[in-house]
């Protein structure tokens, strides 16, 4: 593994940086760990110019010496504003011509959909589709990918995923911190294109998040059955649902900004220096969804994201219909709850007897508790880039974002992102440790929500 960054660093500085995000569990990891390090360097590339690409490539070919397999993944955790110049660079200096050659782009994949177009057009005369992984953390993580076994791995669900039984489907994604010193950077991003479009908010703001990271958790929950789980099958399978996708409306959105806290301990966004008084950027987004088919027709879908909240989660919730027969009372709709994170499972809330010696049916609601905690030993399920790295190692395309795929992406949300952009529509001020705007409520009861 080789490291490739402005930074003029030493290799025990690199080193530190690579072991001090993980977590070991036992002196066999620790062992592993030391091994892995001693293939890790790392090359400057603080010139400007070519000069830095020439001695990267000398550098691999020095780490490739003897090898049979010269195999090369370039990973691209950079800013969207240098992904061309950099992938250029890398195709000219250090493409293995010999074996293969990919490289790993990180969201956000452009602005709206003609600079995302513009961003592919750019790739396409230095490296081919198959070349290309466009990775989404949420794809990688093991409760998203657990939907489609849950789905079509049990009948019970299978044959009641459909307008006829389901009330409505809600996927939120909610952070209990703010932009923590960072929101000028954010500032040029928001909500939408940050989680509703998504990017981690290292790299990225709210306004990117929710349109990639939400549609293709929707994608996935509303898909039709695929031929198989191949990657063409999938992605196929999730564009098409995608395109029946109609765009969002902004009157079928709240969008809000958080201020400082009820108390006054923690800041609000506009409180930070480099955020411009008069600053519109969403750092909340509530958003309903319509597909257009006989399976979804007529079925909201609340897609949320937002900073500085209650509580931090990643959640599904499918929500049934309430039961029609008038035979128990105080019965509650059926939820299926998918917590992506903390703590993943799967939840299903259902009506049971209560127990009584009075006359006649009582119900109480109860929990089918399908936690990972418990059942899967810790530290066997996988991280999220763990997944997608290893999959690009194997030339899996499974959890990476198509081209198409992600046209059809943009398509839902531009529209919704150039009228906030010209200044249209209401931003909701909402307190810092809040559960979000207050005008939530009564909007949320326009799709019986």
């Known amino acids: 593994m080789l490291g490739f960054a402005p930074n003029k660093i030493s290799h025990d500085e690199f080193i530190g940086l690579v072991t001090s995000a993980l977590k070991l569990l036992g002196d066999q990891v620790k ?3 030391d091994r892995f390090c001693n293939i890790c360097t790392y090359v400057s590339g603080h010139d400007a110019g070519e000069k830095p690409y020439e001695e990267l490539q000398h550098h691999l070919e020095q780490l490739e010496r003897g090898k049979l397999a010269r195999n090369r993944i370039f990973y ?14 890398l195709k000219k200096y250090c493409y293995s011509k010999d074996t293969f050659s990919r490289i790993l782009i990180e969201k956000p994949f452009g602005r709206d959909l003609e600079s995302s177009r513009e961003l592919q057009s750019a790739l396409e005369p230095n490296w081919k589709e198959e ?14 990918n657990n939907i489609l076994t849950l789905r079509f ?60 990271d939400m549609l293709q958790i929707v994608s996935l929950l509303t898909m039709e059955a695929p031929a198989s789980f191949s990657a063409e099958d999938l992605c196929k399978e999730k564009v098409r649902v995608i395109q029946g996708m109609a765009s969002i409306k902004p009157e079928d959105t ?20 480099s955020v411009p008084n008069d600053s519109r950027c969403p750092t909340f987004c509530a958003a ?40 128990l009372p105080s019965t509650i709709s059926n939820t299926l709850t998918i917590r992506v994170q903390p703590d993943e499972g799967v939840y299903l809330q259902i009506n049971s007897n209560l127990p009584s010696l009075r006359p006649g049916p009582r119900t109480m609601p109860m929990e089918l508790d399908l936690t990972y905690r418990g059942r899967v030993p810790e530290g066997q399920i996988p991280n999220a880039y763990e997944n997608l790295i290893l999959d690009a190692v194997r030339g899996d395309y499974t959890h990476s974002v198509r081209g198409d795929e992600l046209d059809a992406s943009w398509r839902v949300f531009t529209p919704l992102l150039h ?21 939530m409520d009564e909007w949320l009861k326009r799709y019986r929500m």
């Not at 909610?174 to 000028?184: F, K, V």
């Not at 709240?254 to 220096?273: F, M, R």
């Open 254 to 273: 709240v969008i809000g900004q958080y201020t400082k806290s009820s108390d006054g301990q923690k800041a609000g966004y506009k409180d930070d220096n």
């Open 288 to 327: 309903i969804a319509h597909i257009n088919n006989s399976r979804w027709n007529g079925v909201p879908i609340l897609i949320e994201a937002g900073k500085a909240l209650q509580e931090s989660k990643t959640e599904i919730r499918i929500q049934f219909k309430l039961t029609s027969l008038a035979l």
């Open 76 to 89: 691209m955790a950079l800013p969207p504003s240098i992904f061309i110049s950099v992938s250029e660079q």
């Open 131 to 144: 070349e290309i992984f466009r990775i989404d953390h949420y794809l990688g993580k093991e409760m998203v």
């Open 419 to 439: 009228f906030l952009d010209q200044g249209g529509g209401k931003v909701e001020e909402y307190a810092f440790g809040s559960t979000g705007p207050a005008a």
């Open 153 to 212: 791995g049990n009948i019970i669900l299978g044959s009641v995923w459909n307008r006829e039984h389901i009330e409505n489907v809600q996927v939120s994604i909610l952070e209990a911190i703010g932009t923590e010193g960072r929101g000028g950077f954010y500032n040029d991003t928001g909500i939408i294109r940050d989680v509703l479009q998504n990017l981690p908010f290292q790299e990225a703001s709210t306004k990117e998040f929710v349109s990639s």
């Open 31 to 33: 062992e592993q760990l």
